[in-house]
């Protein structure tokens, strides 16, 4: 996805669900993520694409589009309209960047951790012919 929202230039963002397993004494939860909904050069919308009825909204997911020279380092880190969202429903977020990064941002710490660092990254040639 993170190739599409580099090409396209928009941004791209869901929710990860967590689904009650109770026939499993192993496991509490599945994990699945909802399909991506297509934002704009400048922000997305997590809660338009929702887990299904039953499921827990567990944390969401989003990409920043094309590198945007004015943002500088602000494209390769979680914006703080980003962090809001995670404080105000109390849900960890992760950001996949245009330089390649996978980034989590924990709303219980505060903090901001590397997770991947090998994603799709911003290159004029990956985007010709699409």
Do not use: R
């Not at 192993?26 to 699945?32: C, G, R, S």
């Amino acid at each position: 996805m993170n190739s599409t929202s580099i090409c396209e230039n928009k941004e791209y963002a869901g929710l990860i669900c967590a689904k009650p397993v109770h026939n499993d004494p192993n496991a509490k939860y599945l994990f699945y993520a909802t399909p991506p909904n297509q934002g704009t050069e400048k922000g997305s919308k997590p809660f338009k694409s929702p887990c299904d009825d039953g499921d827990i909204d567990f944390a969401w997911y989003h990409t920043h589009a094309a590198t945007n020279p004015t943002l500088g380092e602000g494209n390769e880190i979680f914006s703080d309209a980003d962090k809001n969202i995670s404080d105000k429903y109390n849900m960890d977020a992760f950001l996949a960047t245009p330089g390649g990064l996978l980034l989590k941002y924990s709303a219980k710490n505060k903090t901001v951790g590397k997770v991947f660092t090998y994603m799709p990254f911003d290159m004029p040639a990956q985007c010709e012919g699409k």
